[in-house]
């Protein structure tokens, strides 16, 4: 069944579970998922425009699910959220992200990994040492650790956050915006912290090319972006047109599915391998 989940989301099957509500979970089933190693990552390549270089992976989480099979992280965040569970859910996620990314490493490879992390994570001082301590015992430098900060509900306290992120940008982890030009406050984020990375939402970067209100909004984006010094990302890169777009407007960094999908890590390596070789074509 795990194989069928990993071949289905490389063939971009939907999973039948999508066709559930979200919160169709019980709290404490997730809970037990969560400590019963039922999580597990997936990777998505994040790679330099101009040179095809893979700077870094994304860690993407999925539920193995005993009998739905591969559950999407859409129909369990906010669940976890809702129950407390995200810190447990992240420390998971940081904590195999980190190993696997450390193999790698020690192979050769110059990977950076990127983690989400939830606002709700953002609400105690104690994860800059959660984080701080992780990297530090599994032995990954902090500027190969980019935090993804997606404003997913309302800030509880918008102090202790800025606090947070504003340690852990001291001690060298490097921060990003994720779903940059959705939401309301991700301008006034910009404003109070310097983020070394802003990454344009999926739907400002598909289709660009061709519909000039996505595209006003991309340009938008990479501009702001660009202005303050930061790292551009585009994901949803789904096709060369998205793809030529990024190279004629020099945006920084690419992800989606035209390089490659969200993949297990024992994918990794022969993903490396195949996009070696496109690249030299
Ligand atoms: P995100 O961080 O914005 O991640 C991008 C999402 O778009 C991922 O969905 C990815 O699989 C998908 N994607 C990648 N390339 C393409 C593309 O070319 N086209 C399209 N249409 N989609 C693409 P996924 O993995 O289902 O994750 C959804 C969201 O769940 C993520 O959005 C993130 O906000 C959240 N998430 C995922 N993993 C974690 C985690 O470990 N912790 C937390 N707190 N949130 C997570
Ligand atoms: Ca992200
Ligand atoms: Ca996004
Ligand atoms: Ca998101």
Redesign the pocket.
Known sequence: LPELSALMETYGETPAITLKESHSYAADELASAITDGELVI?Y?PKVAVTTGEVVGL?????WQHPVDGLV???QF?DLAEEHSM?DA??QV?LHTALQQIKQWQLAGLKLSIA????MD?LAALNFVDQVAQAALDIGIAPQDIVL?V?E?RLMHDQRVALEVLTRLRLKRFRLSI??FGTGHSSLTQLHDISFDEL?I??SFV?GAWHDETVRAIYDASLGVGKRLGMVVVA????DQDDWDLLCHTNCDVA????IA??MPAAAVNDWMTSWDERVRN
Request: aromatic share 10%; hydrophobic share 30%.
């Open positions: 997936y998505q994304e860690a993407l989480v999925r999407f992280p859409d965040i995200i859910l992240t996620v983690i989400n992390v939830s994570n993804e997606t997913s994720d779903d990454k939402d999926k598909h994901e949803g890169v789904e992800q989606g599915y035209f999908r969200p």
